[in-house]
Protein backbone atom coordinates (compact mmCIF):
# COMPACT_ATOMS: atom_id res chain seq x y z
CA UNK A 1 0.00 0.00 0.00
CA UNK A 2 2.84 2.00 0.82
CA UNK A 3 4.66 1.46 -2.53
CA UNK A 4 1.89 2.17 -3.98
CA UNK A 5 0.57 5.22 -2.85
CA UNK A 6 4.11 6.79 -3.46
CA UNK A 7 3.71 5.87 -7.23
CA UNK A 8 0.47 8.20 -7.60
CA UNK A 9 2.33 10.91 -5.37
CA UNK A 10 5.10 10.78 -7.90
CA UNK A 11 2.45 10.75 -10.87
CA UNK A 12 1.07 13.99 -9.18
CA UNK A 13 4.54 16.09 -9.21
CA UNK A 14 5.14 15.05 -12.55
CA UNK A 15 1.99 16.80 -13.92
CA UNK A 16 2.30 19.66 -11.67
CA UNK A 17 6.03 19.79 -13.26
CA UNK A 18 4.52 20.10 -16.75
CA UNK A 19 1.77 22.01 -15.58
CA UNK A 20 4.34 24.87 -14.26
CA UNK A 21 6.20 24.47 -17.68
CA UNK A 22 3.20 25.49 -19.71
CA UNK A 23 2.90 28.36 -17.62
CA UNK A 24 6.03 29.54 -17.41
CA UNK A 25 6.44 28.99 -21.18
CA UNK A 26 3.09 31.38 -21.73
CA UNK A 27 4.36 33.98 -19.28
CA UNK A 28 7.44 34.61 -21.42
CA UNK A 29 5.53 34.77 -24.81
CA UNK A 30 4.18 37.72 -23.00
CA UNK A 31 5.35 41.76 -23.44
CA UNK A 32 8.02 41.68 -20.55
CA UNK A 33 11.42 42.90 -20.60
CA UNK A 34 14.56 40.95 -22.30
CA UNK A 35 15.60 40.37 -19.00
CA UNK A 36 12.95 38.75 -17.69
CA UNK A 37 12.78 36.88 -20.32
CA UNK A 38 16.02 34.99 -20.19
CA UNK A 39 14.85 34.17 -16.60
CA UNK A 40 11.51 32.68 -17.62
CA UNK A 41 13.20 30.84 -20.55
CA UNK A 42 15.79 29.41 -18.00
CA UNK A 43 13.30 28.46 -15.68
CA UNK A 44 10.86 26.56 -17.77
CA UNK A 45 14.46 24.79 -19.35
CA UNK A 46 15.03 23.66 -15.70
CA UNK A 47 11.33 22.69 -15.39
CA UNK A 48 11.48 20.82 -18.32
CA UNK A 49 14.53 19.04 -17.27
CA UNK A 50 13.26 17.92 -13.87
CA UNK A 51 9.92 16.26 -15.77
CA UNK A 52 12.24 14.46 -18.38
CA UNK A 53 14.62 13.24 -15.61
CA UNK A 54 11.61 12.10 -13.45
CA UNK A 55 9.97 10.04 -15.63
CA UNK A 56 13.29 8.49 -17.12
CA UNK A 57 13.28 7.43 -12.72
CA UNK A 58 9.95 6.01 -12.94
CA UNK A 59 10.44 4.09 -16.09
CA UNK A 60 13.97 3.11 -15.20
CA UNK A 61 14.69 -0.32 -13.46
CA UNK A 62 17.96 -0.48 -12.21
CA UNK A 63 19.85 -3.73 -12.39
CA UNK A 64 21.07 -5.29 -9.22
CA UNK A 65 24.87 -4.60 -8.06
CA UNK A 66 26.42 -8.29 -8.19
CA UNK A 67 27.62 -9.84 -4.17
CA UNK A 68 30.58 -8.71 -4.19
CA UNK A 69 33.74 -11.37 -3.16
CA UNK A 70 33.41 -10.62 0.58
CA UNK A 71 29.81 -10.84 0.96
CA UNK A 72 28.83 -13.24 3.87
CA UNK A 73 29.40 -16.94 2.31
CA UNK A 74 26.37 -18.30 4.07
CA UNK A 75 23.70 -20.06 2.93
CA UNK A 76 20.52 -17.39 3.21
CA UNK A 77 17.50 -19.29 1.99
CA UNK A 78 15.21 -17.41 -0.68
CA UNK A 79 12.72 -14.83 0.59
CA UNK A 80 8.89 -16.06 0.54
CA UNK A 81 7.19 -14.39 -1.85
CA UNK A 82 4.71 -12.09 0.07
CA UNK A 83 2.34 -11.44 -2.34
CA UNK A 84 -0.93 -11.90 -0.70
CA UNK A 85 -2.83 -15.57 -0.14
CA UNK A 86 -6.29 -16.03 -1.92
CA UNK A 87 -8.38 -18.89 -3.23
CA UNK A 88 -6.51 -18.60 -6.22
CA UNK A 89 -3.32 -19.40 -4.26
CA UNK A 90 -4.33 -22.10 -2.95
CA UNK A 91 -5.76 -23.65 -6.34
CA UNK A 92 -2.36 -23.73 -7.92
CA UNK A 93 -0.90 -24.72 -4.34
CA UNK A 94 -2.78 -27.91 -5.07
CA UNK A 95 -2.13 -28.12 -8.57
CA UNK A 96 1.37 -27.45 -8.46
CA UNK A 97 1.75 -30.46 -5.04
CA UNK A 98 2.70 -27.50 -2.99
CA UNK A 99 2.01 -27.94 0.60
CA UNK A 100 0.00 -25.14 2.33
CA UNK A 101 0.61 -24.17 5.87
CA UNK A 102 -2.15 -22.72 8.19
CA UNK A 103 -1.80 -22.07 11.95
CA UNK A 104 -4.20 -20.65 14.21
CA UNK A 105 -3.93 -16.77 15.72
CA UNK A 106 -6.33 -14.49 17.35
CA UNK A 107 -4.24 -11.46 17.64
CA UNK A 108 -2.44 -8.51 16.11
CA UNK A 109 0.67 -9.25 17.52
CA UNK A 110 1.34 -12.85 17.03
CA UNK A 111 -0.46 -12.52 13.43
CA UNK A 112 1.66 -9.99 12.50
CA UNK A 113 4.94 -13.09 13.50
CA UNK A 114 3.29 -15.45 11.62
CA UNK A 115 2.89 -13.49 8.44
CA UNK A 116 6.45 -12.60 8.45
CA UNK A 117 7.24 -16.06 9.34
CA UNK A 118 5.46 -17.02 5.93
CA UNK A 119 2.37 -18.59 7.27
CA UNK A 120 0.13 -19.17 4.48
CA UNK A 121 -3.10 -19.27 6.18
CA UNK A 122 -4.29 -17.50 9.83
CA UNK A 123 -7.28 -19.39 11.28
CA UNK A 124 -9.25 -16.83 13.72
CA UNK A 125 -10.60 -20.22 14.93
CA UNK A 126 -13.74 -20.99 17.30
CA UNK A 127 -10.76 -22.81 19.29
CA UNK A 128 -10.05 -19.28 21.07
CA UNK A 129 -12.95 -20.25 23.59
CA UNK A 130 -10.68 -23.00 24.74
CA UNK A 131 -7.15 -21.41 24.88
CA UNK A 132 -8.09 -17.64 25.07
CA UNK A 133 -11.33 -17.71 27.43
CA UNK A 134 -10.69 -21.26 29.12
CA UNK A 135 -13.95 -22.71 27.88
CA UNK A 136 -14.23 -26.36 27.86
CA UNK A 137 -15.77 -26.21 24.21
CA UNK A 138 -15.74 -24.13 21.60
CA UNK A 139 -19.90 -23.88 22.02
CA UNK A 140 -19.90 -20.78 24.13
CA UNK A 141 -17.43 -18.04 22.16
CA UNK A 142 -20.50 -15.20 20.43
CA UNK A 143 -20.19 -14.49 16.70
CA UNK A 144 -19.52 -10.54 17.97
CA UNK A 145 -16.43 -12.51 19.44
CA UNK A 146 -15.24 -14.06 16.72
CA UNK A 147 -15.80 -10.69 14.77
CA UNK A 148 -13.42 -8.93 17.18
CA UNK A 149 -10.54 -11.07 17.24
CA UNK A 150 -10.91 -11.50 13.51
CA UNK A 151 -10.59 -7.98 12.99
CA UNK A 152 -6.96 -7.95 14.93
CA UNK A 153 -5.42 -10.79 13.02
CA UNK A 154 -6.40 -9.02 9.50
CA UNK A 155 -4.53 -6.10 11.31
CA UNK A 156 -1.53 -8.08 11.63
CA UNK A 157 -1.30 -10.30 8.53
CA UNK A 158 -0.32 -7.17 6.13
CA UNK A 159 1.64 -9.14 3.87
CA UNK A 160 1.24 -12.48 2.65
CA UNK A 161 -1.14 -14.81 4.75
CA UNK A 162 -5.26 -15.29 4.07
CA UNK A 163 -7.03 -14.82 7.04
CA UNK A 164 -9.84 -17.20 7.42
CA UNK A 165 -12.58 -16.99 10.45
CA UNK A 166 -14.68 -19.63 12.02
CA UNK A 167 -18.33 -19.35 12.13
CA UNK A 168 -18.87 -20.26 15.62
CA UNK A 169 -22.16 -22.33 16.86
CA UNK A 170 -25.50 -21.28 16.04
CA UNK A 171 -24.12 -18.22 14.10
CA UNK A 172 -25.35 -20.58 10.95
CA UNK A 173 -27.27 -23.66 12.10
CA UNK A 174 -31.10 -21.50 12.35
CA UNK A 175 -31.24 -20.99 8.80
CA UNK A 176 -29.06 -20.60 5.62
CA UNK A 177 -30.30 -16.79 5.47
CA UNK A 178 -29.14 -16.38 8.68
CA UNK A 179 -25.77 -18.10 7.88
CA UNK A 180 -25.35 -15.89 4.73
CA UNK A 181 -25.99 -12.58 6.82
CA UNK A 182 -23.64 -13.22 9.64
CA UNK A 183 -20.49 -14.34 7.08
CA UNK A 184 -21.67 -11.13 5.72
CA UNK A 185 -20.86 -9.59 9.07
CA UNK A 186 -17.90 -11.25 9.03
CA UNK A 187 -16.60 -10.47 5.47
CA UNK A 188 -17.58 -6.85 6.30
CA UNK A 189 -16.28 -6.29 9.62
CA UNK A 190 -13.24 -7.70 9.63
CA UNK A 191 -11.35 -7.71 6.06
CA UNK A 192 -11.35 -10.98 6.32
CA UNK A 193 -10.51 -13.48 3.42
CA UNK A 194 -13.15 -16.16 3.98
CA UNK A 195 -15.24 -18.16 6.85
CA UNK A 196 -15.20 -21.64 7.84
CA UNK A 197 -18.18 -23.55 8.63
CA UNK A 198 -18.63 -27.02 10.09
CA UNK A 199 -20.58 -29.91 8.55
CA UNK A 200 -20.74 -31.71 5.69
CA UNK A 201 -24.14 -32.19 3.16
CA UNK A 202 -26.77 -30.19 5.38
CA UNK A 203 -24.53 -27.36 4.97
CA UNK A 204 -24.33 -27.71 1.25
CA UNK A 205 -27.21 -24.75 0.91
CA UNK A 206 -25.49 -22.35 3.38
CA UNK A 207 -22.13 -22.86 1.41
CA UNK A 208 -23.29 -22.67 -2.15
CA UNK A 209 -25.55 -19.14 -1.06
CA UNK A 210 -22.57 -17.45 0.45
CA UNK A 211 -19.99 -18.47 -2.76
CA UNK A 212 -22.48 -16.98 -4.78
CA UNK A 213 -22.20 -13.53 -2.86
CA UNK A 214 -18.67 -13.87 -3.42
CA UNK A 215 -18.05 -14.87 0.10
CA UNK A 216 -14.78 -17.58 -0.25
CA UNK A 217 -15.89 -20.63 2.14
CA UNK A 218 -13.88 -23.19 4.20
CA UNK A 219 -15.40 -26.70 4.85
CA UNK A 220 -15.06 -28.57 7.87
CA UNK A 221 -15.49 -32.65 8.32
CA UNK A 222 -14.42 -35.30 10.63
CA UNK A 223 -14.11 -34.51 14.29
CA UNK A 224 -16.44 -31.15 14.15
CA UNK A 225 -16.01 -29.52 17.60
CA UNK A 226 -19.25 -27.71 17.69
CA UNK A 227 -21.09 -31.14 17.91
CA UNK A 228 -19.07 -32.39 20.51
CA UNK A 229 -22.16 -33.24 22.49
CA UNK A 230 -23.85 -35.08 19.72
CA UNK A 231 -20.58 -37.16 19.00
CA UNK A 232 -20.06 -37.92 22.77
CA UNK A 233 -16.37 -37.57 22.52
CA UNK A 234 -12.60 -36.75 20.52
CA UNK A 235 -12.34 -40.16 19.17
CA UNK A 236 -11.43 -40.20 16.06
CA UNK A 237 -13.92 -40.21 13.05
CA UNK A 238 -14.68 -42.34 10.06
CA UNK A 239 -12.88 -45.31 11.24
CA UNK A 240 -16.31 -47.14 10.73
CA UNK A 241 -17.37 -47.96 6.66
CA UNK A 242 -20.53 -46.16 6.91
CA UNK A 243 -18.93 -43.16 8.13
CA UNK A 244 -16.20 -42.92 5.90
CA UNK A 245 -18.67 -43.30 3.37
CA UNK A 246 -21.02 -40.57 4.12
CA UNK A 247 -17.92 -38.01 4.84
CA UNK A 248 -16.61 -39.13 1.52
CA UNK A 249 -19.72 -38.07 0.49
CA UNK A 250 -19.89 -34.94 2.49
CA UNK A 251 -16.67 -33.87 0.86
CA UNK A 252 -17.83 -33.87 -2.72
CA UNK A 253 -20.89 -31.99 -2.13
CA UNK A 254 -19.33 -29.23 0.10
CA UNK A 255 -16.89 -29.24 -3.06
CA UNK A 256 -19.93 -29.01 -5.80
CA UNK A 257 -21.36 -26.75 -3.28
CA UNK A 258 -18.43 -24.22 -3.74
CA UNK A 259 -16.10 -24.73 -1.12
CA UNK A 260 -12.57 -23.87 -1.69
CA UNK A 261 -10.55 -25.89 1.10
CA UNK A 262 -11.64 -28.70 3.30
CA UNK A 263 -10.15 -29.35 7.10
CA UNK A 264 -10.29 -32.83 7.44
CA UNK A 265 -9.77 -33.09 11.57
CA UNK A 266 -9.27 -36.19 13.18
CA UNK A 267 -9.75 -39.22 10.91
CA UNK A 268 -7.73 -42.10 9.25
CA UNK A 269 -4.92 -41.22 7.06
CA UNK A 270 -5.67 -43.64 4.72
CA UNK A 271 -9.47 -41.85 4.36
CA UNK A 272 -8.00 -38.55 4.05
CA UNK A 273 -5.70 -39.55 1.49
CA UNK A 274 -8.19 -40.81 -0.54
CA UNK A 275 -10.58 -37.67 0.03
CA UNK A 276 -7.60 -35.22 -1.11
CA UNK A 277 -7.46 -37.43 -4.55
CA UNK A 278 -10.82 -37.45 -4.93
CA UNK A 279 -11.30 -33.52 -4.83
CA UNK A 280 -9.94 -30.85 -6.49
CA UNK A 281 -9.56 -28.44 -3.89
CA UNK A 282 -7.46 -28.15 -0.90
CA UNK A 283 -7.53 -30.65 1.84
CA UNK A 284 -6.14 -29.26 5.20
CA UNK A 285 -5.28 -31.82 7.72
CA UNK A 286 -5.25 -32.01 12.08
CA UNK A 287 -4.96 -35.31 12.79
CA UNK A 288 -5.39 -36.62 9.49
CA UNK A 289 -1.92 -37.99 8.11
CA UNK A 290 0.75 -36.43 5.73
CA UNK A 291 -1.46 -36.97 2.27
CA UNK A 292 -3.78 -33.68 3.06
CA UNK A 293 -2.44 -30.70 0.52
CA UNK A 294 -1.82 -28.55 3.88
CA UNK A 295 -2.05 -29.14 7.65
CA UNK A 296 -2.67 -26.63 10.53
CA UNK A 297 -2.20 -26.88 14.52
CA UNK A 298 -3.86 -24.23 17.18
CA UNK A 299 -0.87 -22.36 17.84
CA UNK A 300 -0.89 -22.66 21.45
CA UNK A 301 -0.17 -26.55 20.82
CA UNK A 302 2.34 -25.85 18.45
CA UNK A 303 4.10 -23.49 20.45
CA UNK A 304 4.28 -25.53 23.60
CA UNK A 305 1.64 -22.73 25.39
CA UNK A 306 -0.68 -25.84 26.54
CA UNK A 307 1.14 -28.16 28.18
CA UNK A 308 -1.83 -30.15 29.76
CA UNK A 309 -2.88 -31.00 26.13
CA UNK A 310 -1.03 -33.57 24.86
CA UNK A 311 -3.13 -35.40 21.35
CA UNK A 312 -0.75 -37.72 18.88
CA UNK A 313 -1.20 -35.42 16.40
CA UNK A 314 0.42 -32.06 17.58
CA UNK A 315 3.99 -31.54 16.97
CA UNK A 316 5.74 -29.11 19.41
CA UNK A 317 8.15 -26.95 17.78
CA UNK A 318 8.65 -24.78 20.99
CA UNK A 319 8.33 -24.65 24.70
CA UNK A 320 6.93 -21.21 25.65
CA UNK A 321 5.33 -22.24 28.51
CA UNK A 322 8.44 -22.68 30.70
CA UNK A 323 9.88 -19.54 28.73
CA UNK A 324 7.49 -17.41 29.85
CA UNK A 325 7.51 -18.76 33.25
CA UNK A 326 11.41 -18.19 34.16
CA UNK A 327 11.04 -14.90 32.33
CA UNK A 328 8.17 -13.33 34.38
CA UNK A 329 10.70 -15.35 37.59
CA UNK A 330 13.88 -13.15 36.65
CA UNK A 331 11.35 -9.81 36.67
CA UNK A 332 9.79 -10.84 39.44
CA UNK A 333 12.88 -11.23 41.29
CA UNK A 334 14.89 -8.42 39.89
CA UNK A 335 12.27 -6.19 41.21
CA UNK A 336 12.06 -7.92 44.96
CA UNK A 337 16.28 -7.29 44.74
CA UNK A 338 15.72 -3.51 43.47
CA UNK A 339 17.66 -4.59 40.37
CA UNK A 340 15.65 -3.46 38.24
CA UNK A 341 15.33 -0.45 36.70
CA UNK A 342 18.84 0.05 36.72
CA UNK A 343 20.55 3.33 35.93
CA UNK A 344 20.82 3.19 32.63
CA UNK A 345 16.70 2.08 32.27
CA UNK A 346 15.92 5.11 33.97
CA UNK A 347 15.18 8.84 32.93
Same mark, same amino acid.
Given at each position: ?????? =??? &????????????? *?????????????? $??????????????????????? #?????????? =????????? =????????????????????????????????????????????????? @????????????? *? #?????????????????????????????????????????????????? %???????????? %?? $?? $??????????????? @?????????????????????????????????????????????????????????????????????????? @????????? #?????????????? @? %????????? &???????????????? =??
Amino acid at each position: MICAHR =SSV &NRIDFAFFEIAVI *VIRQAGNSNLSDPI $HKGIDARADFATFLVSENRMKSQ #TVRPRKPASD =SADKRDIPP =SKDTRRVTTRTVREMKKRGEKLAMITAYDFTFARLFDEAGADVLLVGDS @LSNVIQGNETTIP *V #TLDEMIYHARLVVRGAREHAMVICDMPFMSFQVSVEEGFRNAGRIMKETG %AGGVKIEGGERV %AD $HV $HRMSEAGIPVMGHLG @LTPQSIHQFGSYRTRGITKEEATRMKHDAKALEDAGCFALVLEKIPTALAKEITDSLKVSTIGIGAGPHCDGQV @LVMHDMLGL #TEEFHPRFVRRYAS @L %AETVREAVR &NYDSDIKKGKFPSEGE =SY
